[in-house]
């Protein structure tokens, strides 16, 4: 009988010792959920309502219509255990003006946004070795999203937009696949500094692996699902303190809810501060918090911008933190 109680001890504590299984963190497109850019990585990625300063339409497909000027952007993240992350975009808005109004200060009666970009991932140095353990070689894997977006604001309080995404897969020498998906995304402007997005992301989006080409007839054909991601988002700007706030509720079809909040003030004149937290996991309380800050520098050169970020977050499962570095130029 004592044996038996010790033994249903250790079971049960053995079990209770394991983290519970998050889905969403071995879905396909994992990669793209990471966050990019240093403002994004550094407010906890709760982006999908700012609509201010440097925007990106991946967080949401109706920013680029609020872009100042033609907007590019450049960005590199350091992550440990030989992984990389790379970042490219470039966005602009197109004014559209009334033939009768001539005036001086007229206003746009509408605007229209254009963005495009490539997102690069991988992980190198995979020793590759023999069924006698030796090592014979050094693998790489490589991860690829181009994205396009397109946006529309069609009053001064209402925007929508709409992303579409080509992901490239390459594994192992033979084995790839391709994914398309759709993101659709608006904002609200409830008043000048409080508005509001809604998102939908990754709409049927899936890998189609097939190993024929690399086993032959004991080969397969396997098919991955993408998460079907919503977000609901909320962006405040303090007017009396200068402070931008902004929260995000994430949910999807494979389970997962989760909140992020970040915040961005501007101490002196073109530098920000910023810091976030990402990862609330509300039904998995084994999921880590992961906290985040980080700064921005913007300079003015004859008529161009050019702005250095920086990004900082933890990571839950690395021996090391992740750090974003990211150029900005305005033109």
Not at 68 to 94: C, I, K, M, P, V
Not at 197 to 221: C, E, M
Request: neutral net charge.
């Amino acid at each position: 009988m004592r044996y038996s109680l010790t033994i249903l001890i250790l079971l049960t504590i053995s079990l209770s010792a394991q983290p519970k299984f998050e889905s969403t963190n071995a879905a396909p497109g994992e990669f793209s959920r990471m966050g990019f850019l240093p403002r994004g990585v550094a407010m906890g990625n709760a982006m999908s309502a700012v609509n201010t300063g440097s925007v990106s339409a991946f967080y949401n497909p109706a920013l680029p219509v609020f872009q100042e000027g033609n907007d590019f952007q450049a960005a590199y993240t350091f992550l440990s255990l030989d992984r990389h992350l790379n970042f490219l975009n470039f966005s602009r808005r197109f004014d559209f003006y009334s033939s009768k109004d001539t005036s001086a200060e007229r206003k746009p009666i509408s605007s229209a946004g254009i963005s495009f970009g490539i997102i690069n991932s991988g992980v190198s140095s995979i020793e590759e070795r023999n069924e006698d353990g030796i090592k014979t070689g050094d693998l790489s894997t490589s991860e690829n999203l181009f994205f396009l977006s397109f946006a529309n604001r069609f009053s001064k309080k209402f925007a929508v937009g709409v992303t579409a995404k080509l992901y490239y897969y390459k594994l192992y020498e033979s084995m790839s696949a391709t994914a398309m998906g759709l993101d659709i995304g608006c904002i609200y402007s409830i008043q000048d500094n409080l508005r509001v997005s809604f998102v939908l992301a990754d709409l049927n989006a899936k890998y189609k692996w097939d190993s024929s080409n690399l086993y032959g007839t004991d080969g397969t054909i396997t098919q991955n699902n993408f998460p079907e991601t919503k977000k609901l988002g909320v962006s405040y700007f303090e007017t009396t303190y200068g402070i931008l706030f902004a929260g995000e509720f994430e949910f999807n079809n494979y389970g997962r809810k989760l909140l992020r909040c970040g915040a961005e003030y501007q101490i002196y004149e073109n530098l920000y501060l910023r810091g976030g937290l990402d990862n609330i996991v509300l039904n998995n309380s084994d999921e880590v918090i992961q906290p985040s800050g980080g700064f921005a520098y913007f300079a003015k050169v004859g008529n161009y911008t050019l702005g250095v970020e920086y990004g900082l977050a933890a990571e839950q499962y690395s021996n090391g933190m992740r750090h974003t570095a990211g150029l900005h130029f305005i033109f």
